[in-house]
């Protein structure tokens, strides 16, 4: 499984993002999909997950700003990211579970300014 992120950037506080994650590869055994950060100096953290039939699960410090979603056509999970604070400052990646294991795409910086 390969997983190519996309859609950081600079934005300023009270912005929007929308990432990209996009999957290729063997599919079939994937059973969740989760975006994660890390901030400089901190250790990597949940932000968003969404399973395979459609459940999504959210950190307390996101709900009701960002939204996951996927789109099974396409292979590609989202993370629409509202009102954003300079603390949502970090890497994002995303990541593919399954059974056996799990894989993680690149990371795309995401920098919410003041």
């Known amino acids: 499984v390969q997983l190519q992120a996309s859609g950081g950037g600079l934005v300023q506080a009270g912005g929007s993002l929308r990432l990209s994650c996009a999957a290729s590869g063997r599919l079939f055994g994937i059973i969740a999909m989760t975006w994660y950060r890390q901030a400089p100096g901190k250790q990597r953290e949940l932000v968003a997950a969404?399973?395979?039939?459609?459940?999504?699960f959210y950190a307390d410090s996101v709900k009701g700003r960002f939204t996951i979603s996927r789109d099974n056509a396409k292979n590609t999970m989202y993370l629409q990211m509202n009102n954003l604070k300079p603390e949502d400052t970090a890497v994002y990646y995303c990541?593919?579970?399954?059974?056996?294991?799990?894989?993680w795409g690149q990371g795309t910086q995401v920098t919410v300014s003041s």
């Open positions: 990541n593919a579970a399954e059974v056996a294991g799990s894989y």
């Open positions: 969404i399973t395979s039939g459609g459940s999504t």
